[in-house]
């Protein structure tokens, strides 16, 4: 026992000394201003070098005792057995610029050694006198290093402050200097084992990486296995004749499934898969329900990579969530660079493209895989700079229908469709491949099959609380929603739920997700069960649409709501039954007053098409600027486009304003009635829960914002402080959008009052608020951009002044929306002014006239959508047609106009019936340049939230617009043709002042037809 306590304490002592010279060494090399180098446990506990040359040596003492001669001459001996004395001359003679010895001690120095210190010159005489009898030392060397020696007494605590200061202030680790400084530490202490040696340039460089890391490490931490999972992670336990049967049956398909080859190998859509990432990184694969999509997705995956190298994201349900995921992928592809993304794009989402332009952005390599439902990805909207993918449109064609069969009929022959042709007959010549697989599987088509169970299950006499339970899931899983067991049971009723759920699962109709969650095996299935019910059974369509919103996700409310409105007839009735649905969040709740606010714009625009169409065939392109200014009426109400234009002089103003009057007898009134919106507000409860996540703060200013409005009177059962609290939980915009709501209450003026003096002082710290200031009419304010903790903005942006204005700008509105100025400044970005470039960008004083809430501007949008999809051609043929007519038409008008040149370049004149032909078939032309070039209607989003026309808004300057994902590929060719046929246009509307000009004048301008031709566009 004594030894062990004898032996405990020696390396107690030993650990005291090396971590107290780690601690010594990490604080001198953050401190470092000479550019040094650092050498821990060399010849000595730390050796200081410049360019290579040895300038200092330190000796780190942490005892108890003090500091003697001989505790020096005590310290450990080099290899070649000399001790610190000869050590230190031996280094002098090696570098004979070295003059600096430093004894770090952290208590107190001997007498002796202390007279040292002060300069006692008798005391160093009698040291030097030890040190050449004691010590073998040269009275030369012996003398140099007693003038070379210094002694600095320092502590533990002063070092770690030290340390702790200097780091905090450095910007990768701000948001964790604490494990910043311990990561500084155990770097020094690896490099002291290892005989390394570090500068400060290179330990910021690597605590860059560490603070990158610390960055992957937070994102990985909060989305790792939950949105984020490895492939082989998603396992399935079952019996394996269970998995295959089930899968046979067309159920959404799982890895499991892949991995026991229960799937058809694809291989021409798997080498298209191989080829688009190859080209471009990024391959998305689109189609309906039911093309197999999934299953084809994984199979890729488990072919082509280690199922540890796949990581599949699950659901991206904000911004936030999607910064974490680009921060822990950021973190992944660092260390592993054969790693692939997957995205399974959920029913509803559209933050997958968000997520895939901050990939891009990182200048991130890894390859990206995403898998996606055709109506998903028409209303994908993106802000910024187009991202680079690759489209497969994924669809079974029959060539590929005859591969299935001949697999499936490879080793015996089929039961009942002896050959393709009869499949394919049977099949119905189109559909999706679950249906055509589950023919030949099950020798029927999923649909009869899917009708045999109904109506076995209605001969069975089971429970109609089981069908409506199966009708209830149907409903939802057709639109990709899941449904909460416990609040199923409240709207069901029944008794008998859980043999229900067992009964109906082992039909293959639904399935369970978790304890609380059960689904529809599939979308396609899901809707052609829900149409078998609705067709058998006397539950009322309506009744089950109602009885799901309460039993699916918040996010996926407006899902539901948006589908249900656009194929049932609007009633009244309808809605006042919405109201009576209590929300359990704020996210449903704003999701619910979304919607019927879009289902009065929806109204509004029904009830006045008939008048709009004949304005479009009227005014042509120029229709829009006969549309109320704001049919929200809340920002400019009883005002047409045309009003703020009709005093310009290139107007006639006399008929302009009869053209105005027109409209405004015509319209059915200039402004929204709200009839769905304010039945429902006025009748609905609000949720009883404060926001806890910055999608409900937003949702709860959303609410607040709309009920104001719609002069909802609203009182929150908390107290000011809780209300406080929760808002200043979240992101700067989320919470600057609560405050927003607060604004429009006065019953809410103290809690809004609070949460902007809070808000404030955090705005101030975070964005780097230099002076702010609001008076009665104005809040200004300068601030030096965050640039090094900001993480949102994308790394090829070109203007990052405009985007920190706008950022600041998104905010203030929010905060101060009375002002009647908001003057914003940046400083610190006008760097080069003293090479006489001023900074850009880097101001704005904005009224508050052109500060449209983003809120009303949305629902104005919806409303030129909407009337812009109604006459929009049914399909791409008559898109097509549309095309080909112009084209012939131009053909011909450019044939005759080339005869007509001809007649004057070679007769001098020309004949009345030339000129009737070109003029007759520039008529036809004017008409097609009139009219808009729309895409079909199912080439967009059938909802009209979302269009590919909106390039510039009247606001353009101050905000970024939105672009649809889906139709970017057919921008170029909407240029080009309005590029030609504007350039067209020019050429006719100046050709008879040419002619003129040649005939009377004798002279022709026309060297030849080819360059008449050319003259008129790069396609002429």
């Known amino acids: 026992m004594v030894d062990f306590y004898k032996s405990d304490v020696g390396a107690q002592a030993a650990w005291k000394g090396f971590s107290s010279q780690t601690l010594y060494i990490a604080s001198r090399l953050i401190s470092d201003e000479g550019g040094y180098e650092y050498y821990p446990e060399d010849i000595e506990d730390l050796v200081v070098k410049k360019n290579g040359a040895v300038v200092e040596a330190v000796q780190v003492k942490n005892i108890s005792a003090d500091i ?607 009839e769905a919106t304010d039945c429902f507000i006025n009748n609905s409860e609000i949720p009883s829960f404060l926001p806890n996540t910055d999608t409900e703060r937003s949702s709860f200013g959303y609410a607040l914002f709309w009920m104001a409005k719609r002069d909802r009177k609203v009182t929150l059962p908390f107290k000011v402080d809780e209300i406080v609290t929760s808002i200043y939980a979240g992101e700067l915009q989320p919470s600057a959008d609560a405050i927003r709501g607060l604004f429009e209450h006065p019953a809410l003026e103290e809690s809004y009052l609070a949460a902007v003096d809070i808000f404030v002082e955090r705005l101030i710290r975070e964005m780097q608020v230099l002076t702010f200031s609001v008076t009665s009419d104005e809040v200004s304010c300068k601030f030096i951009p965050p640039l090094s903790t900001e993480t949102t903005i994308p790394e090829n942006t070109k203007n990052t002044n405009q985007y920190w204005r706008i950022k600041m700008l998104d905010i203030l509105k929010q905060l101060y929306p009375e002002k009647e100025y908001i003057d914003i400044e940046l400083i610190g970005v006008d760097l080069l002014r003293d090479l006489g470039i001023e900074a850009l960008d880097h101001k704005l004083h904005i009224h508050k006239s052109k500060r449209p809430n983003t809120w009303v501007s949305e629902l104005n949008g919806w409303t030129k959508i909407r009337i812009d999809y109604s006459l929009r051609p049914s399909s791409w043929q008559e898109y097509v047609a549309d095309i080909d007519e112009i084209r012939s038409n131009v053909n011909d008008l450019i044939v005759e106009t080339i005869k007509l040149i001809d007649d004057v370049y070679r007769k001098g004149r020309y004949t009345q019936d030339r000129g009737k032909r070109v003029d007759d078939r520039l008529k036809v032309f004017k008409e097609h340049t009139f009219a808009e070039n729309r895409l079909p209607t199912f080439a967009v989003d059938p909802y009209c939230l979302y269009s590919e026309g909106n390039a510039k808004s009247p606001v353009a300057e101050y905000f970024t617009m939105r672009q649809l994902l889906s139709v970017s590929k057919y921008e170029k060719f909407r240029k080009r043709l309005n590029d030609v046929y504007s350039s067209l246009d020019n050429f006719y509307n100046q050709f008879i002042e040419v002619l003129r000009v040649a005939r009377h004048a004798k002279r022709y301008y026309f060297v030849s037809q080819k360059v008449a031709v050319k003259s008129l566009g790069p396609y002429g």
């Open 68 to 674: 003697t001669l001989s505790s020096l001459a005590a310290t450990k001996t080099s290899q070649s057995g000399e001790g610190f004395f000869n050590r230190m001359c031996s280094l002098h003679k090696q570098n004979p610029s070295f003059g600096c010895i430093k004894v770090v001690h952290f208590n107190a120095l001997g007498a002796e050694l202390q007279e040292v210190q002060k300069g006692n010159t008798n005391t160093k005489k009698a040291i030097t006198k030890k040190l050449v009898e004691k010590h073998g030392l040269s009275v030369e060397d012996a003398a140099w290093l007693i003038d070379s020696v210094h002694f600095e007494k320092v502590n533990l605590d002063d070092l770690e402050l030290n340390i702790q200061t200097q780091i905090s202030e450095y910007v990768p680790v701000m948001s964790a200097p604490t494990l910043a400084k311990e990561l500084l530490i155990h770097h020094i202490s690896v490099l002291s084992k290892g005989k390394g040696y570090t500068t400060l340039k290179l330990w910021q460089e690597k605590i860059h990486e560490i603070g990158t890391n610390i960055a992957a490490l937070d994102g990985f931490y909060k989305e790792y296995n939950k949105s984020l999972v490895r492939l082989d992670e998603l396992q399935l336990n079952g019996d394996h004749k269970q998995l295959e049967k089930e899968y046979l049956q067309g159920v959404s398909a799982h890895p499991t499934h892949i991995r026991n080859n229960f799937d058809f190998k694809r291989n021409y859509w798997m080498e298209e898969i191989q080829a688009v990432i190859n080209s471009k990184g990024v391959a998305i694969l689109k189609g309906v329900s039911g093309q197999g999509k999934t299953t084809l997705c994984y199979r890729y995956l488990i072919d082509t990579y280690p199922e540890g190298w796949v990581f599949c994201v699950r659901t991206i349900a904000n911004e936030g969530q999607a910064q974490n995921l680009v921060s822990a992928l950021e973190g992944l592809g660092k260390h592993n660079k054969h790693l692939i993304i997957y995205i399974d794009v959920q029913p509803g989402e559209t933050l997958w493209a968000f997520l895939l332009q901050e990939l891009q952005s990182r200048g991130l390599s890894i390859p990206v895989l995403i898998s996606i439902r055709d109506e998903d990805y028409n209303r994908t909207p993106i802000s910024g700079k187009a991202i680079q993918y690759g489209i497969i449109e994924l669809a079974l064609s029959k060539e590929e229908a005859a591969r299935i069969y001949s697999s499936f009929t490879e080793t015996q022959p089929h039961a009942e469709h002896r050959t393709f042709e009869e499949a394919w007959q049977t099949f119905g010549g189109q559909g999706p491949l679950i249906e055509f697989v589950y023919l030949l599987t099950n020798n029927q088509t999923l649909a009869q099959r899917l009708q045999d169970q109904v109506d076995a299950l209605l001969r069975e006499g089971i429970s109609d609380d089981w069908l409506e339970l199966l009708q209830l899931v149907c409903y939802a899983g057709r639109l990709g929603c899941t449904v909460n067991l416990v609040a199923a049971k409240n709207e069901i009723h029944c008794s008998t739920m859980h043999a229900a759920i067992r009964r109906l699962k082992g039909e293959y109709l639904i399935r369970v997700v978790d304890d609380n969650t059960i689904e529809a095996l599939h979308p396609v299935r899901a809707k052609i069960v829900f149409d078998a019910l609705c067709n058998q059974i006397c539950t009322d369509p309506r009744e089950v649409a109602f009885k799901a919103l309460p039993c699916i996700s918040s996010q996926n409310v407006r899902v539901v709501l948006l589908d249900y409105f656009s194929n049932q007839q609007y009633d009244i009735k309808d809605v006042q039954r919405l109201s009576q649905i209590k929300f359990c969040d704020w996210v449903g709740y704003a999701n619910a007053i979304r919607s019927m606010l879009w289902l009065d714009a929806k109204r509004y625009v029904e009830s006045n098409m008939t008048f709009i169409s004949s304005l479009v065939a009227k005014r042509g392109k120029g229709w829009l600027c006969f549309l109320p200014l704001d049919l929200s009426g809340i920002e400019r109400s009883d005002e047409l486009i045309a009003d703020g234009i009709k005093d310009l002089s290139i107007f006639n103003k006399v008929d302009l304003q009869n053209a105005i009057d027109e409209v405004k007898n015509s319209l059915t009134s200039l402004s929204i009635n709200y």
